[in-house]
């Protein structure tokens, strides 16, 4: 009632209009909620790729398949939620999306100050809406309504935006006779609606409100096709989640061409499902395979795609996307247009539109989410409820579709799900300031292993170019042409033509390369500031030449070149031509470089992203492995239909390799800006290796240590400029794991810092900050719970069993598993030394020392084709010697269930992570959270470590620890934080 009063004050005072009833709803929600929050700590945590079927390896047995260790690497989405952070005595609100997978978050988030803030947008009459520009009416008659959500750069669907949605309808359209259709467009560029604004969706305290709310939007779409009109829609961009479920009440969709174009309905992603009749309008669409394949997965959909399975029925360039719409709905409405959609094929007819094998397809379907979600994800089997009920009670489909929606909100996977969207955007943010001198476009990395050839890729990916140096030129030559496809010579003339551009010379050479008859093109480029430049670009298995944007990575080649002497640059095509090019095409401006300094898997990785990378290793064999590997990475990608042949090219121009006998590759680093070594774990190499990157480089450049357990003050010790060293913790392989640790030490600048996430953002990695601590955070989690893996297996446990335990409590992979995909060797080394560290008693219990001796056997794991298990292929079997080798370990043979493992591995692990907050090694639960789901393959549905203890209860978990310490040791010792949380009941989350 108050609330109310200070609303209804505010609306005599301003003349502003009168709030909704859902808007006073979540009014009054925020209110409270702000009040609760005042008391007690609250944190953040990420997100996660939650559900795991084909798309979402993190949780599905593809994740072994491809290869992948539980740090994972996913194309996990992002989500949003808001959360107060009683550290910073703040709340703050997020605005954000349920769909905004893989699109950048709005960076204009309010703090809100107040829970009855008023709100900024004032109506005028050359803009009356707030998330509407004003309706446009052609002379044809068509009404085109432009979505424009004020001061966000994303569009999302909000309770604020469905009301006034309403109120647009009905004053603009929906009583206007002369309008004959209704064309929905973005007013922002690249996006149309990026999904539904889940803020909304947590500030509703009792989430049975939701039916009611939801039913009130689903009102405003019904009414939208009761007017009896074409409605038509534009996509430029994301239309994800609520966005699609816009465009699916539309009666035809037209959607560009563009990259940006991105259609799905991510919901199970957050533990939820489509709520504004997804689950029943997409499958009559696309078909009920199909609609079933987007829905469990959350896979978004490319134009392309999109087309040929019926979601949109036309796909146009950008330019034109506005005009042939409005057209589209003109011709509609006159009859000229009429909506073809797919036939459907004999097979799927008998699959999809028979109760014989409708049973068959759901059968399937829950044979397939049972074994991928182990039953974790309530989500899943609720769509798979909402469709079949869909179809057999097609009058209250949509009622049960919200009821269902309604009851998932309220579970607690969808809220550490939502949780770790959350936690995602917060550590997109950082106060370190501006970066100063340190804008970082060159970076380097050294070492051409899997690594440092991951790191490389995936910045090659984004745009950067990458070099691959090693010890001569020679070596190098032969490496490009072997690995990557690349000729490289010298080129500084410029021969213009009467159009202003450069003649492209060419001549015929047969050069057979992977099964193509190569034609070899030479292109004079122009002389800029007196040094040579070069553009590299592989093989074209077409009949054209390559586009010319291939060509836009033009940069000082590694070698000395005397000005003036004739060069020349040399292409491989598939066609012999000549051509000419604009001048302004080709420019002297400064280019994005990634200097690859650490392994194959970092340059990977950087070039990836967009950055010009250098890699640099000891030897021909190494660099060629590197380059193999990322190039094989490509093709796999372009195989799989993830990477067009362009994008390849390009992603292949990125990469050059140099070498060490060449004296002017030192001319490259003497401006790169970032340089990332990712040499072998020994801590003078690596100071050596620094000292020798000071000698060469700026005073302004960062140098960042892949070390994966070195403490970096070490490192930084007696350097020139110790203030620009920190560390940059990647995990392997790099293309596939999401988590990258960025470890400051206690001089490292706040520049360096910002410039470390800068570059590690746009390789697209979650970035966390941690402590400078031997194994830093994930590492230093994983002692204890490796320690307690042997103690099991001295008490008895079977490998497989120990593997089925985990798996079954969440984890994408068993620990048995888990270090055979890291490899024996470097599961023993982590352990070994972390034993020697200052964890203390807490890695008492085991002995780690059982795998030396695997070791010297070479059973390494996966890598070797053998370790705790024996690899043939895709097939994995138990290694029955590592077994008769393990039993010798045996000391007492308990009787241990699946619960007694879960408990004593799970809380090993927990209770360090909650030690390393109370050590301040990480600044927050949501970083710890963060750090473990996407570094440890830490169940996703549970949160992470923190909210993990706030859903069993503070003084339940430590009951548990203090029952295992007294029967089977002080290991088990809860950490004092997590006694003090108990003894007031606190949580760590809100």
């Known amino acids: 009632s108050n609330t109310f009063e200070k609303t209804m004050q505010r609306v005599l005072k301003t003349g502003q209009r009168l709030p909704s009833r859902a808007a006073l709803t979540l009014q009054r929600s925020r209110h409270a909620q702000n009040l609760r929050c005042s008391f007690g700590s609250v944190g953040h945590i ?138 929905f467009l973005s007013a922002k560029p690249n996006m149309f609606i990026a999904g539904a604004d889940i803020f ?54 037209v959607c560009s061409d563009s990259d940006k174009v991105k259609l799905g309905l991510p919901e199970v992603k957050l533990g939820l499902l489509p709520g504004f009749g997804g689950t029943q309008n997409l499958h009559p669409l696309v078909g009920l395979q199909n609609a079933m394949d987007m829905m469990l997965t959350g896979k978004e959909v490319r134009a392309p795609k999109a087309k040929k399975m019926g979601l949109v ?14 057209q589209s709905a003109l011709d509609l409405a006159t009859g000229k247009l009429k909506p073809k ?118 910045s090659a990916e984004r745009g950067y170019n990458v070099l691959l140096k ?16 690349l000729v490289r010579m010298i080129c500084n003339w410029v021969y213009p033509n009467e159009l202003g551009g450069w003649w492209i010379l060419e001549w015929r050479c047969e050069f057979i390369m992977w099964r193509y008859t190569a034609v070899l093109s030479a292109i004079f480029l122009p002389h800029v500031c007196n040094t040579s430049t070069h553009v590299a670009a592989s093989l074209t298995p077409t009949k054209k030449s390559l586009p010319l944007s291939c060509f836009a990575h033009v940069h000082p080649l590694p070698w000395s070149i005397t000005p003036g002497i004739p060069s020349l640059l040399i292409f491989y095509f598939a066609s012999f031509r000549s051509a000419s090019f604009p001048s302004d095409q080709f420019h002297s401006n400064p280019l994005r470089r990634c200097h690859l300094q650490m392994g194959a898997g970092i340059a990977q990785v950087s070039a990836e992203r967009g950055y010009n990378v250098l890699l640099k290793d000891r030897n021909d064999e190494s660099v060629a492995r590197g380059m193999s590997h990322v190039h ?74 892949n070390t994966s357990a070195i403490p970096i003050r070490d490192i ?134 059982l795998m030396s001796k695997m070791i010297e056997k070479g059973w ?13 292929g895709k097939k994995k079997t138990i290694n029955n010697e590592a077994k008769a080798y393990v039993n010798q370990f045996v000391d007492t043979k308990l009787d241990l269930s699946m619960a007694d493992m879960q408990d004593r591995l799970v809380t090993r692990l927990v209770n360090e992570a909650a030690k390393c907050l109370e050590d301040e090694i990480i600044a927050n639960p949501t970083v710890g959270d963060i750090g473990m789901v996407f570094g440890t393959g830490f169940a996703p549905f549970r949160g992470g470590p923190f909210r993990y203890i706030d859903q069993q209860g503070v003084g339940n978990f430590v009951d548990k620890m203090n029952r295992l310490a007294d029967k089977h040791g002080h290991q088990f010792e809860p950490c004092q934080l997590l006694k003090d949380y108990a003894s007031i009941d606190k949580k760590f989350h809100n």
Request: hydrophobic share 35%; aromatic share 6%; with cysteine.
């Open 632 to 705: 094989k990475s490509w093709d796999q990608k372009k195989k799989r239909k993830r990477m067009t042949m362009f994008e390849r090219n390009i992603n292949a121009s990125n990469l050059v390799g140099l070498s060490d006998q060449n004296p002017s590759w030192h001319r490259h680093f003497e401006n790169t800006d970032l340089v990332i070594e990712a040499v072998f774990e020994d801590l003078q190499v690596k100071k050596d290796l620094l000292a020798n990157v000071e000698e060469i480089t700026g005073d302004h450049c960062v140098f960042a240590t």
């Open 341 to 458: 959609r797919k036939p459907k094929s004999w097979m799927n007819r008998a699959l999809e539109d028979t109760s014989l094998g409708r049973k068959l397809i759901w059968n399937q379907v829950e044979k397939m989410v049972k074994k991928n979600t182990q039953g974790n994800y309530p989500s899943p089997g609720a769509i798979i409820q909402c469709v079949k009920y869909g179809l057999e009670h097609p009058k209250d489909k949509y009622t049960n579709e919200r009821k269902q929606f309604a009851n998932l909100a309220a579970t607690p996977e969808s809220e550490s799900l939502i949780g770790i969207f959350d936690g995602m955007n917060q550590l997109k943010k950082h106060d370190f300031g501006d970066t100063g001198d340190i804008k970082v476009q060159q970076v380097a990395v050294m070492g051409a292993g899997l690594m440092g050839a991951g790191i490389a890729q995936v």
């Open 716 to 849: 930084a010790a007696g350097s020139r400029r110790p203030q620009n060293v920190i560390g940059m913790h990647y995990f392997s392989p790099v293309p596939k794991m999401p988590l990258l640790e960025i470890i400051p030490h206690e001089g490292t600048s706040d520049a360096a810092k910002a410039a470390a996430l800068q570059v590690g953002m746009k390789q697209g990695k979650t970035c966390i900050f941690v402590k400078d601590v031997p194994g830093f955070y994930v590492n230093r989690c994983l002692g204890p719970f490796l320690v307690e893996v042997s103690a099991l297996l001295k008490d008895g446990a079977g490998l497989e069993d120990l593997d089925r335990s985990m798996v079954k409590f969440g984890m994408p992979v068993g620990p048995i598993t888990l270090a055979d995909e890291v490899g024996i060797d470097v599961t023993s080394h982590v352990a070994s030394f972390l034993s020697k560290a200052d964890l203390g008693s807490r890695m008492d219990g085991g002995d780690v020392g």
């Open 200 to 253: 909304d969706l947590q500030a509703v305290e009792d989430k049975q409100d939701l039916v009611t709310i939801i039913e009130d939007s689903l009102t405003f779409f019904q009414r939208m096709k009761s007017k009896g009109v074409p409605l038509v829609c534009g996509i430029d961009g994301p239309a994800l989640g609520g966005g699609l479920e816009w465009a699916l009440w539309c009666d035809y969709r």
């Open 470 to 485: 090693d010890r001569n030129d020679e070596s190098v030559e032969q490496v490009a042409v072997m690995g990557a496809g």
């Open 46 to 183: 990420g997100q996660s790729n939650m559900l795991g079927l084909q798309n979402a390896p993190l949780l599905t047995g593809n994740h072994r398949a491809k290869g992948m260790v539980p740090c994972f690497e996913t194309s996990l989405s992002n989500y949003a939620t808001r959360q107060q952070q009683i550290s910073h005595d703040h709340s703050s609100r997020m605005h954000s999306t349920a769909a905004t997978a893989a699109i950048e978050e709005d960076t204009s988030a309010k703090t809100a100050s107040t829970a009855d803030a008023t709100p900024s947008f004032k109506s005028t009459p050359d803009r009356k809406y707030e998330f509407f520009q004003n309706v446009e009416i052609t002379p044809d008659g068509v009404a085109v309504v432009r979505i424009d959500c004020s001061g966000k750069s994303v569009n999302t669907i909000s309770f604020a935006m469905a009301d006034e949605a309403k109120v647009m309808w009905e004053a603009e359209i929906h009583s206007n006779e002369d309008i004959k259709a209704v064309v």
């Open 313 to 326: 029925d036309a796909v146009v360039a950008p330019q034109s996307l506005e005009s042939v719409t409005i």
């Open 860 to 872: 390494l794991g996966k890598k070797s084709g053998q370790g705790f298990y024996t690899y043939n």
